[in-house]
């Protein structure tokens, strides 16, 4: 799936970060969401190596990186943390500054590397995500019911760990399925690796560690650099699945506009959430268009 790539194990942060990376030209950092590994970038990293040293982490707790106890504060696995992670590795890897794409969790990362290293990040697309701090101060029951897993995987610790480790494949599949097509449009190999990992329970909890993390120390962060008038500087992309929860129930570009100053494009490709599985072609198209250009 990711042939001509490099899999490697790197220690930064005090945590091991499984990658792959290969490719030549300018870096590009691609991060991928929940559920997910570095796979879920599988039908676009290659093609993407043509132009750029593409770089395809497993963010901690995901995949096979680290999974570090999230503490009572849950700051490990916070946003902060994940994106000083990323910027440690691509230092390790010999590149500074970089360009960078993430798709959900993956993109809120982003996010908070634009605020906390604007000097490394060159540009930047956010992948069908908009910001924590708007989402969880404009609560609406549409979202709610989209991104019902928020509210149920935020609860203290064990409580969703034991419900979803008692059928992973089962919530994994589900929670992937929200349209008609299930989950047909994934690769089986990359899909299978999805379901191994969730399988590992301390995967699981470090998944819900994320999500207590965004509606903690992530939403005080959010709101202190919010309040600061601190904004993502860099160019930006949005790209964002037309039937999906961003499409359907709210103006990205405007929700946007009040955290970053510089969004020099959009563009809504047809697929729901998972926008570079589901539309690979059009997420192709788009990226290089922008970070080519």
């Known amino acids: 799936m990711m042939e001509g790539s490099k899999k490697e194990t790197l220690h930064v942060n005090g945590v091991d ?3 792959r990376h290969g490719g030549k030209g300018p870096p590009l950092l691609l991060m991928h969401g929940n559920p997910f590994t570095h796979l879920s970038w599988n039908r676009v990293a290659p093609d993407l190596a043509q132009r750029f040293t593409v770089v395809t982490p497993d963010l901690r707790g995901y995949g096979d990186s680290s999974k570090p106890d999230g503490g009572a504060d849950h700051y490990a696995y916070s946003f902060r943390e994940m994106g000083k992670d990323m910027v440690e590795l691509m230092k390790k890897l010999g590149f500074g500054t970089f360009s960078a794409a993430g798709h959900d969790r993956g993109a809120r990362v982003l996010h ?3 605020l906390d290293y604007p000097e490394a990040i060159n540009k930047a697309c956010f992948v069908d995500m908009l910001p924590q701090h708007h ?3 404009n609560v609406t029951f549409n ?4 991104s019902w897993h928020w509210f149920f995987m935020i609860q203290p610790t064990p409580y969703p760990e034991t419900m979803i480790n008692n059928d992973p494949e089962f919530f994994l599949r589900k929670k992937l399925s929200k349209t008609d ?3 047909s449009f994934f690769v089986p190999e990359a899909l299978n690796e999805y379901i191994r990992c969730i399988k590992n329970p301390r995967t699981v909890y470090a998944m819900c560690e994320d999500y207590r993390a965004t509606v903690s120390c992530d939403l005080e962060m959010d709101t202190a650099d919010f309040n600061a008038g601190r904004r993502v500087r860099c160019p930006t992309f949005l790209l964002w699945g037309a039937t999906g929860g961003v499409g359907r129930n709210h103006n990205a570009k405007e929700v946007w506009s ?3 100053t510089d969004i020099v494009g959009t563009h809504a490709a047809p697929a729901g959430h998972y926008v570079q ?3 690979p072609k059009e997420t192709l198209k788009a990226m290089l268009e922008f970070f080519a250009d």
């Open 17 to 19: 970060i499984v990658l």
């Open 112 to 114: 908070r590397m634009c």
């Open 135 to 137: 989402l969880l101060n």
């Open 143 to 146: 979202w709610g019911k989209f």
């Open 181 to 183: 097509k299930g989950t």
């Open 258 to 260: 009040k955290y970053a």
């Open 277 to 279: 599985e589901e539309a």
